[in-house]
C-alpha cells in the first residue's frame, strides 16, 4: 500500500470546506465532534495500515538477510569441497577430486543464486524503508493535527457557550430597554409629587380661609368698639 492511497482519506478530510459545514450544521458541536471522531478513524485505519507495510518490510529484511546467510553458508561449502578435491588429487585420487571439485561447482552455483537474491531485494527494501519513514513522520503528524482539531474543538464549543450566553444577556437588556422599570419609577413620582403639590395647595388654601376669619374678627372688635363709643357718647350727653 502506498503512502498516498493510506493518507488519501484524510486529505480528503483535510481538503473539505469545514466551514462550511459548519455553517450548514445545525448543532456545531456535534458537527466538530464527529469531525474528531472520523478523524481518529482514519488515523487508526492508516496505523494498521502502515503497521502492515512495516511488516511486509520486515519479511524482506529477514528474507534478504537469509539470501546473504546463505550466499556465505555456500562459499564456506564450495570452500570446503574445492580443499577436499585438491587433498584427494594430491593423494592420486582423480576420480574423487573431480566429484568434490563437482560439489564445489554445485555450492558455487547456490552462493551465485542467494547472493543474486539478496542483491535483487536491496532496492526494494531501500524503497519501502524510505515508504516507512515517511508513513511514520506521516502518521505522527496526524496525531498532531487531531490534538489540534481536539484543542480547536473544545475552544470553539467554550466560545460559541459564551456567545449564548451574551446573546440571552443582550435580549435581556434589550427587553429591559423596551420596558424600562425606571420610566414606571418616574411616573410614580410624577403621581407624588402632584399629590404633594395638592397638599400643599390645600394647606395655603386652610391657611388662607383662616386669616380671613380673624380679619372678620378683627372688624367685628373695631365695631363692638364704635357701638361701645356712640352708647358713652349718648349717655354723656343726657347728663349734661
Known amino acids: 500500500m502506498t503512502k498516498q492511497s493510506i493518507f488519501g482519506r484524510i486529505a480528503q478530510l483535510t481538503r473539505a470546506n469545514i466551514n462550511a459545514l459548519l455553517d450548514q450544521a445545525e448543532d456545531p458541536q456535534k458537527m466538530l465532534d464527529q469531525m474528531v471522531r472520523d478523524f481518529t478513524e482514519s488515523i487508526r485505519e492508516a496505523e494498521s495500515a502502515v503497521a502492515q507495510t512495516i511488516g511486509n518490510l520486515r519479511l524482506l529484511e529477514q528474507d534478504h538477510a537469509e539470501d546473504v546467510a546463505a550466499a556465505a553458508d555456500w562459499e564456506r561449502k564450495a570452500l570446503a569441497a574445492s580443499t577436499k578435491a585438491d587433498q584427494l588429487r594430491a593423494g592420486g585420487n582423480a576420480a574423487d577430486a573431480d566429484k568434490f571439485d563437482a560439489l564445489a561447482k554445485v555450492a558455487l552455483g547456490r552462493q551465485i543464486d542467494s547472493e543474486k537474491e539478496a542483491r535483487d ?44 450566553a451574551q446573546s440571552r444577556v443582550a435580549d435581556a437588556i434589550k427587553s429591559i430597554d423596551v420596558l424600562d422599570p425606571t420610566s414606571e419609577i418616574g411616573r410614580f413620582e410624577d403621581k407624588i409629587r402632584r399629590e404633594e403639590a395638592k397638599v400643599l395647595g390645600q394647606q395655603e388654601l386652610a391657611a388662607s380661609s383662616l386669616d380671613a376669619q380673624f380679619e372678620s374678627l378683627d372688624d367685628l372688635d373695631q365695631q363692638t368698639e364704635v357701638e361701645a363709643r356712640l352708647a358713652a357718647l349718648k349717655l354723656g350727653a343726657l347728663d349734661k
Open 121 to 164: 531485494a536491496e532496492p526494494t527494501i531501500a524503497s519501502q524503508t524510505e515508504v516507512v519513514d515517511k508513513l511514520k513522520a506521516g502518521l505522527t503528524s496526524m496525531r498532531s493535527k487531531l490534538d489540534q482539531l481536539d484543542a480547536k474543538r473544545n475552544e470553539l464549543v467554550a466560545r460559541s457557550k459564551t456567545a449564548e
